[in-house]
């Protein structure tokens, strides 16, 4: 009996398998194309925290949060737009891309520069940049992540997924490089410098490994086009931004709340929960595109993604818990003895966060990007909340058990409201299928 309902169980699961294929096809393409990247990140992560100080690794990684917020915030949902307005202009598509690529990079310039001036208001003796060249190589790094996040999402959108993954290769190995020829100079500034200019490198990698694969784009800009698009464009931008910023501002906030010290120890696992989180957001993205060919198939797609991407996040919860002070000591040394067991509950918050990305794409199938956006904002602000309570009550551990709350609870309830909302707009109104029965 417990044999048969073991093949009776298995081979269940292997149809439904079959019956999602080019879901999950897309989905490992994905996940496996990014990983590569990510995986190349945490070499550069690991070396930088084997050659300089605590405090430096703390200080550089709040300087690239800050450029990570300014990027995504200057991306504005462009890069979103990219995705799925290429194809309808398929024959503009160069002007497009080239509007895109001038306001995104020129937007971020100036956000950043805007907050080089304010900041140093609220930092106080944290004060992470001092002097024109810092300054300026903070602008540059800010436009150049803007630009390489729409020029990615422009390849994603005309489905040369082969150059985006040249590209993050390219940035990845060279700015490895750049690292190791800047370790005499033991300063945040240097490994800024291996970021900014690995970045640019890889831009001009890939116009000589594939040519012609970025100097296509060098168009005159469609910004009657894009103008056009502005609709979609601060839907999607007010849906990414409320979706992503909390997790990007986290090792700042760290920062700001703790030390650079502890910040790199932080960073440093958070980092590995990040990587982590590739695969459940890579289900979640392709989900969109999966339910739009195949609407039958909505409730079961959407099943499946959920539940690879809760196993996913409670194997990993139970990685870290059992492994973060190895996982520190991977690092650097100095490591667990910063942090204790203070991060040992963090990875469990990813079972928050796959809710949350979820509920994001069934916004975007929903087309209610705009109402959806005003929960992720308020659950957003939870988390920030929670973090800060949780660090002013208990120091790093009390940073952790607010945010992990504050993110389940928060994705949870995101993700039955989606659902909520789902059955009753997809319901024969989009995909035509019945999911108030299959969901």
Same mark, same amino acid.
């Given at each position: 009996?417990?044999?048969?309902?073991?093949?009776?169980?298995?081979?269940?699961?292997?149809?439904?398998?079959?019956?999602?294929?080019?879901?999950?096809?897309?989905?490992?393409?994905?996940? =496996?194309?990014? @990983?590569?990247? +990510? %995986? !190349? *990140?945490? &070499?550069?992560?690991?070396?930088?925290? $084997?050659?300089?100080?605590?405090?430096?690794?703390?200080?550089?990684?709040?300087?690239?949060?800050?450029?990570?917020? =300014?990027?995504? @915030?200057?991306? +504005? %949902? !462009? *890069?979103? &737009?990219?995705?799925?307005?290429?194809? $309808?202009?398929?024959?503009?598509?160069?002007?497009?891309?080239?509007?895109?690529?001038?306001?995104?990079?020129?937007?971020?310039?100036?956000?950043?520069?805007?907050?080089?001036?304010?900041?140093?208001?609220?930092?106080?003796?944290?004060?992470?940049?001092?002097?024109?060249?810092?300054?300026?190589?903070?602008?540059?790094?800010?436009?150049?992540?803007?630009?390489?996040?729409?020029?990615?999402?422009?390849?994603?959108?005309?489905?040369?997924?082969?150059?985006?993954?040249?590209?993050?290769?390219?940035?990845?190995?060279?700015?490895?490089?750049?690292?190791?020829?800047?370790?005499?100079?033991?300063?945040?500034?240097?490994?800024?410098?291996?970021?900014?200019?690995?970045?640019?490198?890889?831009?001009?990698?890939?116009?000589?490994?594939?040519?012609?694969?970025?100097?296509?784009?060098?168009?005159?800009?469609?910004?009657?086009?894009?103008?056009?698009?502005?609709?979609?464009?601060?839907?999607?931008?007010?849906?990414?931004?409320?979706?992503?910023?909390?997790?990007?501002?986290?090792?700042?906030?760290?920062?700001?709340?703790?030390?650079?010290?502890?910040?790199?120890?932080?960073?440093?696992?958070?980092?590995?929960?990040?990587?982590?989180?590739?695969?459940?957001?890579?289900?979640?993205?392709?989900?969109?595109?999966?339910?739009?060919?195949?609407?039958?198939?909505?409730?079961?797609?959407?099943?499946?993604?959920?539940?690879?991407?809760?196993?996913?996040?409670?194997?990993?919860?139970?990685?870290?818990?059992?492994?973060?002070?190895?996982?520190?000591?991977?690092?650097?040394?100095?490591?667990?003895?910063?942090?204790?067991?203070?991060?040992?509950?963090?990875?469990?918050?990813?079972?928050?966060?796959?809710?949350?990305?979820?509920?994001?794409?069934?916004?975007?199938?929903?087309?209610?990007?705009?109402?959806?956006?005003?929960?992720?904002?308020?659950?957003?602000?939870?988390?920030?909340?929670?973090?800060?309570?949780?660090?002013?009550?208990?120091?790093?551990?009390?940073?952790?058990?607010?945010?992990?709350?504050?993110?389940?609870?928060?994705?949870?309830?995101?993700?039955?409201?989606?659902?909520?909302?789902?059955?009753?707009?997809?319901?024969?109104?989009?995909?035509?299928?019945?999911?108030?029965?299959?969901?």
């Amino acid at each position: 009996m417990p044999v048969a309902f073991t093949r009776s169980i298995f081979g269940g699961f292997i149809r439904a398998l079959r019956k999602s294929a080019p879901f999950l096809k897309n989905s490992g393409a994905m996940v =496996i194309g990014t @990983i590569a990247s +990510a %995986g !190349l *990140g945490f &070499v550069f992560w690991w070396l930088a925290a $084997r050659l300089f100080p605590p405090e430096t690794i703390g200080r550089a990684s709040a300087l690239f949060a800050v450029m990570g917020l =300014i990027a995504m @915030i200057s991306e +504005a %949902g !462009l *890069g979103t &737009v990219l995705v799925g307005e290429i194809v $309808r202009h398929h024959d503009k598509k160069r002007g497009l891309v080239a509007a895109a690529c001038v306001v995104g990079p020129i937007f971020a310039a100036v956000l950043s520069a805007i907050f080089m001036f304010t900041a140093e208001q609220w930092e106080g003796s944290a004060h992470l940049i001092d002097g024109v060249f810092v300054g300026s190589m903070f602008v540059a790094g800010c436009a150049l992540t803007s630009l390489s996040l729409l020029f990615d999402q422009a390849l994603v959108g005309m489905l040369r997924t082969t150059s985006r993954m040249i590209r993050q290769a390219l940035f990845s190995l060279l700015k490895l490089g750049l690292l190791l020829i800047a370790i005499k100079s033991a300063s945040e500034t240097a490994i800024m410098m291996s970021w900014v200019l690995g970045m640019l490198a890889s831009f001009l990698g890939l116009e000589i490994v594939r040519r012609r694969e970025v100097t296509q784009f060098i168009h005159k800009p469609d910004f009657g086009l894009l103008h056009s698009l502005r609709g979609k464009v601060l839907d999607h931008f007010q849906l990414d931004f409320a979706l992503q910023a909390p997790g990007v501002a986290m090792p700042y906030l760290v920062l700001l709340l703790l030390s650079p010290v502890i910040n790199a120890a932080f960073s440093a696992l958070w980092m590995v929960v990040t990587m982590i989180s590739i695969i459940p957001a890579a289900l979640a993205m392709v989900l969109f595109p999966a339910v739009r060919s195949d609407p039958e198939q909505t409730g079961h797609h959407i099943r499946l993604s959920l539940a690879l991407s809760m196993v996913i996040s409670f194997c990993c919860g139970l990685f870290i818990f059992f492994s973060s002070q190895q996982i520190l000591g991977i690092f650097n040394p100095a490591y667990p003895d910063i942090a204790g067991l203070d991060l040992r509950h963090l990875g469990f918050g990813l079972i928050g966060l796959s809710f949350k990305m979820h509920a994001g794409t069934l916004a975007r199938l929903t087309d209610t990007m705009a109402r959806a956006s005003k929960w992720f904002a308020l659950s957003g602000l939870l988390e920030i909340g929670c973090a800060i309570a949780g660090a002013k009550l208990g120091g790093l551990h009390g940073l952790v058990i607010g945010w992990t709350a504050a993110v389940s609870m928060a994705g949870a309830m995101l993700m039955l409201k989606g659902v909520a909302v789902a059955r009753t707009k997809l319901s024969g109104e989009t995909v035509g299928t019945a999911l108030p029965e299959t969901l």
